[in-house]
């Protein structure tokens, strides 16, 4: 399970450095839907009268931990194509989106999806189905042998007490010893 665990953690993180190098602190909007630059987001918008603000996308690319999250996020295929639209709309650190400004960029997210989504996460899910069966059938392995020596030790176990008669107590004598069960075995054979 930990080689899987390294694994994924490895592909999100070379698509991480790959998502900082392409997009890092490039996903920036404006909420006013009319300002592209960052430095003419301020003030009032008069449409709706809010503040105008500068903000980021939910999935951020700033720095590698962000990014490594992102990818995770994206693995889980959540709206990965609003996260693709964004990063192909997006343009510099002090300017909005444009639509389509970088269509490449969709390559990136779509290799991301077959091998992070489809391969990784596949991957990762058939390793603990696998281990999964693996533990169930040990534990069922376990309970067989705990019966079978429950068995074997349930007569003096559950409280067999010797017969009061004479007779009766010869014959369970003779039912108890060993040689007794390899006879019976030799005449089933």
């Given amino acids: 399970v930990m080689n899987t665990v390294a694994i994924a953690l490895a592909v999100f993180f070379v698509f991480g450095i790959m998502a900082v190098q392409l997009l890092g602190g490039r996903t920036g909007f404006c909420t006013d839907i ?20 500068w903000r980021s996308r939910q999935l951020t690319y700033g720095w590698i931990g962000n990014a490594m ?4 996020v994206l693995a889980s295929q959540d709206n ?10 997006a343009t510099t650190k002090d300017t909005g989106p444009y639509a389509n400004n970088n269509p490449v960029l969709a390559l990136y997210f ?14 990762f899910v058939g390793v603990f189905i696998d ?31 010797e017969p009061l008669h004479s007779y009766r107590l010869l014959v369970f004598d003779v ?13 089933i054979i």
């Fill in 34 to 53: 009319h300002v592209y630059n960052k430095e003419d987001c301020f003030g009032i918008d008069p449409a709706t009268n809010s503040t105008r603000l």
């Fill in 69 to 72: 999250l992102s990818m995770f």
């Fill in 80 to 89: 990965w194509e609003i996260a693709m639209y964004a990063g192909v709309d």
């Fill in 110 to 123: 779509i290799a991301f999806m077959i091998i992070g989504s489809f391969f990784v996460i596949q991957l």
């Fill in 131 to 161: 281990t999964f069966q693996t533990v169930t059938s040990e534990v069922k392995a376990l309970s067989r042998q705990s019966s079978i020596r429950s068995e074997q030790s349930s007569g003096s176990e559950m409280g067999m007490q």
């Fill in 175 to 187: 039912v108890e010893k060993k040689q007794f069960d390899l006879v019976i075995a030799a005449f």
